[in-house]
């Protein structure tokens, strides 16, 4: 969980800075970019709650990593500050659902106990944030942010379909 966390912190530490420094852009792009997002995530995180009561957290979890990856991909390769405009829905899909489950993920966790499963939600944030710190120390972040989110998400996606002991 600490790894999608911190990915989506990664992520959006990096893209204004793509945006302006690499892209040309203007630091006003990165004010309307970020609201855009912003908004988009309301719709699309009352859409994952619904989908909530029909599926299990961890499909849905791995669904919106794989969305959020594919926007890491994507941003990599932007070459213009439209294409970061444009990827703002696939932002807000993928962001919405991994910054608002993971509570819920916790507390079903330990079902009888809800102050120990929120209690993790700090935690996780801050492990993700110390694992993602470490890639930014790094040159080349913005290659970087292309090979560490794939790599995580597979390493992530991989511990969800593994078989669990019955």
């Given amino acids: 969980m600490a790894a999608l966390t911190g990915s989506i912190r990664l992520a959006s530490t990096l893209w204004p800075l793509i945006l302006v420094v690499d892209l040309g852009g203007k630091t006003a792009d990165v004010g309307i970019i970020a609201g855009l997002i912003a908004l988009l995530e309301i719709p699309f995180m009352l859409m994952w709650a619904s989908l909530l009561k029909r599926r299990d957290i961890l499909p849905i979890l ?30 807000a899909a993928g962001a919405a659902a991994l910054l608002s489950m993971p509570l ?62 019955a």
Avoid: E, K
């Fill in 62 to 91: 791995v669904i919106a990593g794989v969305i959020y990856a594919g926007f890491m991909a994507a941003l990599t390769f932007a070459t213009a500050p439209w294409q970061i405009y444009a990827l703002t829905v696939p932002a």
């Fill in 104 to 165: 819920t993920y916790f507390q079903d966790l330990f079902p009888g106990r809800p102050g120990l499963g929120t209690s993790f939600n700090p935690i996780n944030s801050f492990s993700g944030q110390r694992i993602d710190g470490d890639s930014l120390r790094h040159r080349r972040a913005r290659l970087r942010l292309f090979g560490h989110g794939m790599a995580r998400r597979r390493h992530g996606a991989g511990r969800y379909f593994r078989p669990r002991p």
